[in-house]
């Protein structure tokens, strides 16, 4: 069967690099096995989750290359949680509970001036239906918890292997307010159920969530039910501090703002943190090919800003011109020049917008800069007639060397600067057949051309 997985956000905030890896390592998994991809909106939380979220996530994923087989938004779907929570309480495993927020506090600091673990004592559970009656009386309303099974609950993580936690070391969770709103835990286990999920593949922040929802999973659907799980580490800053979607510097949106290339966030997303290096890709399915849970190690993933700079130009350095050609036309770069263009300028290029420039000097007029007046004339003098190549530049320039003695930056810096006026840039063996010679002679004179 191919696997089934969910990449699923709350629609609260634009995505980061960090909510990318959970979606990537997702995405990477079924591309392999040509599995579905879902995308779930968490939305039950109908006061914070926003549309325009929802859609700015969609874009952001699309950006990176991921396109879901199919999008569900939970707030569409509380009937199917209405069902499941009938279900639960049929079976005795979903029950009221009255205490406020201040009265559990206090429990707490009860269990723990006297050396208890800080567990929820099930009080409710041995309300009787007078009890229950009396504090509806008072305007009470009830949250609900789900009442656990004391078991060890045990399953193999794709990353993390043999895992288990003890359930009767957690408190009964709360699955519905007392204004009947829904927690995230029982909507998340329900859709995993109801869209067949074979694989839940999350950041280790999750990990605590794991033996609640196995039981979840288990009281909804029978024993066995339960996906399997995978946890991978998250990434964090330099000094090892959580991303949050409000640090929007590293949103998704504000990485491709500054120019930076999806592939390299692809790679940059992924990679860090496990034992390959970070390093240039060319598609999402060579990525996917390489990937390895077992890759992901259980150590603080370090996200660096400035490598991921470095790697978005190290990615357009080693970009075929099939995979810029589109995106060149984009900036009216097409036609017969194009791709000895891209090949002539992408070793130079800090983020794709560079592109313009460097057209610029190529095909649009630039105002040349002439330092040296009388090499420049020698140099305008010599030069070779067309048609011109890239062996064009080494004979040009040799044939300089020997009549004007030359050599190293005092031949070249006072030509580059005549024919781009520009102090550095791509090498001119490739740039000098681009700009032609009507171009460079003119520039070579001193005319903007
Ligand atoms: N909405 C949850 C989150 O963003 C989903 C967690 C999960 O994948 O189960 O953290």
Redesign the pocket.
Known sequence: MPPIV?????PTGRIHIG?AR?ALINFLFVTRDRGRFILRF?DTDVARSRKDYAEAIEADLEWLGIVPDAVVHQSQRFGLYDAAAAKLRAAGRLYPAYETADELERRRKRQQARGLPPIYDRAALHLTAEDRAALEAEGRRPHWRFRLDPAVMRWDDLVRGESHIDAASLSDPVLIREDGTYL?TLP?VVDDLDLSISH?I??E??VT?TAVQIQLFEALAGSGAAPVFGHHNLLTTASGEGLSKRSGALSIGTLREEGIEALAVAACAVLTGTSDAVHPIQSLEALAAQFNFSHVSRNQAKFDPAELKTLSARTLHQMPFEAAQARLAAFGIAGPKAEAFWHATRANLETFHDVAGWWGVVAGEIAPLIEEADFIAAARRALPAEPWDQATWGQWTNLLKTETGRKGRALFHPLRLALTGREQGPELAGLLPLIGRAKAEARLSGRAA
């Open positions: 969910r990449f699923a956000p709350s909510n959970t968490d995230y998340s839940i999350r950041g922040d999750h969530n």
